[in-house]
Nanobody, 123 residues
Framework: QVQLVESGGGLVQAGGSLRLSCAAS????????KGWFRQAPGKEREFVAA????????FYADSVKGRFTVSRDNAKNTLYLQMNSLKPEDTAVYYC????????????????WGQGTQVTVSS
């Protein structure tokens, strides 16, 4: 069974930090390309960060550059998103995604998705 499970979300004050994790299991192998997306209420799901399967190529949305860091531990088949200097506009449900072949910032490029974890940043 294909499974991606996010964790680490919560409520934090503006300026604070959170670290999201995404544990993969089943058919999602550790060498899949992976990404983070987020969806705020009433908005489209948007790209946040992506990392290739080796971990040496990363993309970030302009809105999070310099504040968020994507990383992975292939031995644990886990993806991470370190979020610093959080802002109220970062409030959203955060989703991890995976794909065996495509490395992209586009939502449609990812074949596997987790259920999401809520991040709320208070002002």
């Amino acid at each position: 069974q294909v499974q991606l499970v996010e964790s680490g979300g919560g409520l934090v004050q503006a300026g604070g930090s959170l670290r999201l994790s995404c544990a993969a299991s089943g058919r999602i192998l550790s060498n899949y390309n992976k990404g983070w997306f987020r969806q705020a209420p009433g908005k489209e799901r948007e790209f946040v960060a992506a990392i290739n399967w080796i971990g040496n190529n990363k993309f970030y949305a302009d809105s999070v550059k310099g504040r968020f860091t994507v990383s992975r531990d292939n031995a644990k088949n886990t993806l991470y998103l370190q979020m610093n200097s959080l802002k109220p506009e970062d409030t959203a449900v955060y989703y991890c995604a995976a794909d065996p072949t495509r490395f992209s910032t586009t939502r449609a490029s990812y074949g596997y998705w987790g259920q999401g974890t809520q991040v709320t940043v208070s002002s």
